[in-house]
């Protein structure tokens, strides 16, 4: 079975400041994807970027942008600019396996 | 406007008694998920549907059933069986398996 790792159960960030939360992948398959998702406290999830391993450029949403590093079975989430409405739970999960990781909750501080 | 519908949004039960969740969508998706977070915790797969009358378990399906008699509705009932069933569930969808989901709005389920 697959299996996605997200090591760092809490983040903190200056506002305007970049973060990267982590999140790497275990798969033998050549073809899978990537997605990462916001949950704010009001328990909605949010997509907000994908990445497939065939994608040649790492893909970008606006502020989103992801380090897909394949050799490396990382896909980091880059958030540019944080604002104080980028506080939340930010889960990423394989697209094939329908399983998610344990999840980063993001605290940006004023 | 195309949705996911999770009803309601909280639901108290006693213990002992099975409790069913509601999630219709009107996306015309034929896959269809639910998912059981703890506080402070991820997301674990209950049960999963790709297509009308089949479903499959996840990886916490003990104490949960489901159905698929419609394409738009996957029913979760939570049984006497699950130990400790008070939990956020959230309901999602996708055009198939493996596409990217669209999720309900959660049912908050406290037993008491």
């Known amino acids: 079975a697959q299996k996605i790792t997200q090591t760092q159960p809490g983040m903190f960030v200056q506002e305007k400041e970049a973060v990267t939360l982590d999140c790497t992948y275990d798969t033998s398959d050549q073809s899978y994807g990537l997605f990462w998702y916001k949950q704010p406290s009001s328990g909605e999830m949010i997509f907000l970027i994908y990445?497939?391993?065939?994608?040649?450029q790492n893909a970008t949403e606006g502020r989103y942008s992801l380090n897909f590093q394949k050799a490396r079975k990382s896909a980091n989430l880059v958030i540019s600019a944080s604002q104080l409405g980028d506080s939340a739970m930010y889960f990423c999960a394989m697209r094939e396996d329908m399983r998610f990781g344990a999840g980063t909750r993001l605290t940006v501080k004023p | 406007d195309g949705g996911i519908t999770q009803s309601p949004k909280y639901l108290f039960r006693k213990e002992g008694q099975n409790v069913t969740l509601s999630c219709e969508q009107n996306l015309n998706h034929d896959a269809m998920y639910w998912y059981r977070q703890d506080p402070g915790q991820g997301l674990r797969l209950i049960y999963y549907?790709?297509?009308?009358?089949?479903?499959q378990k996840g990886d916490i399906a003990e104490g949960y059933s489901v159905s698929r008699e419609k394409k738009e509705s996957f029913p979760l009932t939570v049984t006497s069986a699950q130990k400790n069933p008070t939990a956020f569930y959230l309901c999602?969808?996708?055009?198939?398996?493996?596409?990217?989901?669209?999720f309900g709005s959660g049912t908050r389920l406290t037993v008491v």
């Open positions: 549907s790709q297509i009308v009358n089949d479903f």
């Open positions: 999602a969808s996708s055009i198939r398996r493996g596409y990217g989901y669209t």
């Open positions: 990445q497939g391993s065939y994608d040649e």
